[in-house]
């Protein structure tokens, strides 16, 4: 049975993650600073709200460099390279849980310590641990499936304990047959003679 959460389907939901936040960098990046749950975090987080310009020049390169992340699992992604995110998955995992907890804990550098930085990398924490976590659990069963064999259970004989074989033999008297005739005379003459 397939798995909802295999690395595939998290991969491409973290793929259409990056190409949304992209295109909201390019259509209007106040419907996602303004969202009532990113403010909601915000204030729970006691973060300081970052506002920018709808018009602002550096949206367009945030938007570049979003669709080039996205593009960069795409890749491999649509030619299937779990090494890829084998090796990479661990170290974005440990990249953005220490830029998680750089920005909410550095409170004299604005540029780190914000709501977008926050909630960005919160969210690349948990999507990539969901996908360390997928990409763990196929590649044991990849090694299970790999180092096993299958046998016929009318094959196996289990060794019974503690059953001692024990062989009996069997000793028959060979006699032969003249002899016995011979003696048998040699007897009743005797018996004869003490008659």
Known sequence: MAQALNYTNIAFFRVAFLFTIAFFCVKNVNSILQNTYFLVLTQAMNLPELTLSR????LGLFAILFVL????????????????FQSIVPVRLLI???LTGTSYLWESNFYIHNNSVFIYCFAEVWINFL????VRE???EEFKRLNQF????EDIEEPQPFIVKTETTEIIEITNDDDDEDESDEDRGDEGDKE
């Open 55 to 58: 018009y602002n020049g550096q």
């Open 69 to 84: 992340n996205g593009i960069h699992d795409l890749i491999p992604l649509l030619e299937n390279n779990v090494k890829y």
């Open 150 to 153: 299958v046998v016929n259970e």
């Open 138 to 140: 196929e590649k044991n």
């Open 131 to 134: 996908l360390y976590n997928a």
């Open 96 to 98: 953005f849980f220490i």
